[in-house]
């Protein structure tokens, strides 16, 4: 109610084009989202899905949301993301963490934003457990033969038992996949069978393979 009210005082304006549509994510941009086409998993990964191609809107909204701090951007492309992923087969839901410097800096993890927008019934659950160890430089600054460099190692599985065996692992962007694939090496390493990378989105031009 008081959201409301507060909305019709001060209309969201959105994150995609910038008006003032009293919406988050407007229609107009939602309804120019595409689909993300089906790819081979970069390696190190199981599997690999992205919805939607990382372009116009959608990428002017994960700036918004990552470098803007405007958390809640991560609710409506979060609802996106459940919506055009469906129902998710794994025993559990992990988050790619920040290291804790970033989640200081930036006061969230926009990966687990996202993944929370995932918990509904049917699909299974979001878990902890997994910690960045070590600060990394940002991957988008990276030439993608430093990406992978970057990150391995950068990744710890610190829960008290062993993660369960399928995992689907969550980020906002995948673009070489290396540092889902680094993720997927640590949750590997502690006992995990399969690791099935999700992310909103992935840039068109990205190549598929670090090698
Ligand atoms: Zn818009």
Same mark, same amino acid.
């Given at each position: 109610?008081?959201?409301?009210?507060?909305?019709?005082?001060?209309?969201?304006?959105?994150?995609?084009?910038?008006?003032?549509?009293?919406?988050?994510?407007?229609?107009?941009?939602?309804?120019?989202?595409?689909?993300?086409p089906?790819?081979?998993?970069?390696?190190?990964?199981?599997a690999?899905?992205?919805?939607?191609?990382?372009e116009?809107s959608?990428?002017?909204?994960?700036?918004?949301?990552?470098?803007?701090?405007?958390?809640?951007?991560?609710?409506?492309? #979060?609802?996106? !993301? @459940? =919506?055009? %992923?469906?129902? &998710?087969? /794994?025993?559990?839901?992990?988050? +790619?963490?920040?290291? $804790?410097?970033?989640?200081?800096?930036?006061g969230?993890?926009?990966?687990?934003?996202?993944?929370?927008?995932?918990?509904?019934?049917?699909?299974?659950?979001?878990?902890?457990?997994?910690?960045?160890?070590?600060?990394?430089?940002?991957?988008?600054?990276?030439?993608?033969?430093?990406?992978?460099?970057?990150?391995?190692?950068?990744?710890?599985?610190?829960?008290?038992?062993?993660?369960?065996?399928?995992?689907?692992?969550?980020?906002?962007?995948?673009?070489? #996949?290396?540092? !889902? @694939? =680094?993720? %997927?090496?640590? &949750?590997? /390493?502690?006992?995990?069978q399969? +690791?099935?990378?999700? $992310?909103?989105?992935?840039?068109?031009?990205?190549?598929?393979?670090?090698?």
């Open positions: 109610m008081l959201e409301c009210i507060l909305n019709w005082l001060f209309p969201d304006r959105c994150a995609g084009c910038r008006r003032l549509t009293g919406d988050l994510f407007c229609a107009a941009c939602r309804a120019r989202l595409r689909p993300y089906p790819f081979a998993p970069p390696a190190g990964l199981d690999a899905w992205v919805a939607f191609r990382y116009g959608l990428v002017a909204a994960i700036h918004q949301l990552k470098y803007g701090r405007r958390r809640r951007v991560a609710h409506v492309l #979060g609802d996106l !993301l @459940a =919506a055009a %992923a469906g129902p &998710l087969v /794994a025993d559990a839901l992990i988050a +790619v963490p920040l290291h $804790a410097d970033r989640l200081r800096e930036r969230f993890n926009q990966a687990a934003e996202l993944a929370a927008r995932l918990q509904r019934p049917g699909n299974p659950p979001l878990i902890d457990g997994l910690v960045r160890v070590r600060a990394t430089h940002r991957q988008a600054r990276l030439a993608a033969h430093d990406r992978a460099a970057n990150v391995t190692g950068a990744f710890v599985w610190v829960g008290r038992s062993p993660p369960p065996p399928r995992l689907i692992l969550i980020d906002d962007v995948l673009t070489t #996949g290396a540092t !889902l @694939a =680094a993720g %997927a090496a640590a &949750l590997r /390493a502690a006992g995990a399969s +690791v099935t990378a999700l $992310a909103l989105a992935r840039s068109v031009i990205a190549k598929t393979s670090v090698q």
